[in-house]
């Protein structure tokens, strides 16, 4: 079985730099500026492997954090705060009605919108169980809902999914960066 060879794919400068002095080198001289290249692409090979390793167990702390913090429940008191701040008129999700449950959802998105750049995760975890509760609430009720309501809701659960995982995904940046 044939081995690969380690220069299958030569770098841009490597090329460049052999094609410069191959006509006014020797051979001896060639190997050596090959060689230097070739620790070259070690040296950037090394430094890149260990960013995407530091990269990589910062992603998991971050990971692993996050899990802590949706393993802990959330605060009765705080998430009625958070759902009249949120849903103000609308905040007893239990008694929206087929009427009630597009504005409910309409309320609850302009105020994510408005708040969404101050929100910590813990913030999001509130704002995510609000979301929950009002998707069960909309499962017992849908059959009543009408067609345009219910594709306006889609779009708006939607959005909100949109929001959060971007939120998700700025956090999880800031934490691999740091």
Known sequence: MKRPSLFFVPSAALLAAFALVSCDTTPRERQEIVRQEARN???????TASKLKTAGHRAARFDSVSRMRNRQPLDNASLATFSA???GPYAAIDQLTPDTIEPAYKQFLQQVRQRRRTWTQRDWDYAT????SLNERLRVIRLDV??????HIRALQTEFTALETSRD???LGAAVKE
């Open 41 to 47: 692409l070690d040296s950037l090979v090394d430094r």
């Open 85 to 87: 701040e949120l849903l």
């Open 129 to 132: 169980a609000i979301y929950k």
């Open 146 to 151: 009408k067609g345009r309501a219910e594709l």
């Open 169 to 171: 995904v700025k956090d």
